[in-house]
C-alpha cells in the first residue's frame, strides 16, 4: 500500500484513502458497494451534519460535514471507475453553476436584495435546465424529499404560475373541508380513500404553513420533540405514584397528561 501517514490530510489524501479502500486489496465492504447500496448512508449522514446544525454543536459538525463529504467522494470514484466522471468533474461542475447563477457577482448583472437574487437565480436554473414552463419546475422537484418538505416546495413553486391562494386564511378555510372528506373515508372503512384524504388533508396544512412563512418540517419536527419530552415526563409522573400506564384508564392518563402540559 503506496501511502504516507501525516498528521495533517487534505481533500486529496481524502480521495487517495477512498481509492485504497475500493481497490481490489483494499476493504472487502468498500469493494462492494453501489450507488444503491449507500443510499440510505448518504441520507443518514446528511440528517446527521443537519442535527449538529441544530444543536450548535461546531466540533460535531466539522466531523459530520466530513462524512457527507466522504459520500460525494464514494459516489464520485464509484463513477470514475465506470468512466463517466470524477470528482474533479463534480467540483467543476458546482463551480460553473455558482458562477453562471450568480451574474450579480461574476457579471454585469445587478440585484441588490436577496428577492432580486433569487428571482434572478430561478430565471437562470429554469433556462439552464430546459424548463419551459412552471410545471417542468414542479416536476423537476426530487421526489426523494421527505413529504412534507416536497410539498412544501411543490406549493412554492407552482404558486409562481399564480394558482395559489390569496391569502393565508383562505387556505387555512380549506382544512375544515378535507377534515370531513378524511372522516367520511374513515368512517367508510375504505383505507386507500383513507389515505388519499389524509394525503389531501396533509396538503392543506403545509398550503398554510408556507403561506404563514412557516415551515412545515421544521414545526413537524418541533412538535416531534415536544410530544417526547412531555411523554418522558408523563411516564416519570407515573412511575413516581405507582401508576402502570399501559392498564390505567384514559381519563387518568389525560389528567397526566394536562398536569405535564
Known amino acids: 500500500m503506496d501511502f504516507q501517514f501525516k498528521d495533517v490530510y487534505n481533500i486529496n489524501d481524502l480521495i487517495k ?12 465492504w468498500d469493494r462492494v458497494q453501489t450507488h444503491e447500496s449507500i443510499r440510505q448512508n448518504f441520507i443518514e449522514e446528511t440528517y446527521e451534519a443537519v442535527e ?12 459530520e460535514l466530513g462524512d457527507v463529504l466522504m459520500q460525494v467522494i464514494f459516489h464520485s470514484i464509484m463513477e470514475e471507475e465506470k468512466g463517466t466522471f470524477s470528482f474533479d468533474d463534480v467540483c467543476n461542475e458546482v463551480c460553473q453553476k455558482l458562477i453562471i447563477r450568480h451574474p450579480h457577482v461574476f457579471g454585469n448583472i445587478e440585484a441588490d436584495t436577496p428577492e432580486e437574487v433569487l428571482k434572478n437565480w ?6 439552464t435546465k430546459s424548463q419551459k414552463s412552471c410545471a417542468d419546475s414542479v416536476d423537476d422537484v426530487a421526489r426523494s424529499l421527505p413529504a412534507l418538505m416536497r410539498a412544501q ?9 399564480g394558482m395559489d391562494f390569496r391569502s393565508a386564511e383562505e387556505a387555512a378555510a380549506k382544512i375544515p373541508e378535507e377534515q370531513c372528506e378524511l372522516f367520511e373515508a374513515v368512517q367508510s372503512g375504505d383505507k386507500a380513500k383513507t389515505e388519499e384524504e389524509l394525503g389531501d388533508l396533509l396538503f392543506s396544512v ?14 413537524l419536527y418541533r412538535s ?7 411523554f418522558r415526563k ?10 402502570d400506564m399501559r392498564t390505567a384508564p ?6 397526566l397528561w394536562e398536569e405535564v402540559k
Open 17 to 28: 484513502i477512498m481509492h485504497i479502500l475500493r481497490a481490489p486489496d483494499g476493504c472487502p
Open 52 to 63: 449538529a446544525i441544530d444543536k450548535g454543536d461546531v466540533p460535531l459538525l466539522r466531523e
Open 122 to 127: 430561478d430565471a437562470i436554473k429554469m433556462q
Open 153 to 161: 416546495k411543490v406549493q412554492k413553486r407552482s404558486a409562481k404560475s
Open 206 to 219: 403545509v398550503n398554510l404553513a408556507r403561506l404563514t412563512g412557516v415551515d412545515a418540517e421544521q414545526a
Open 224 to 230: 416531534t420533540d415536544k410530544f417526547a419530552l412531555r
Open 234 to 243: 408523563v411516564e416519570e409522573l407515573a412511575k413516581d405514584r405507582g401508576i
Open 250 to 255: 384514559d381519563s387518568l392518563m389525560d389528567s
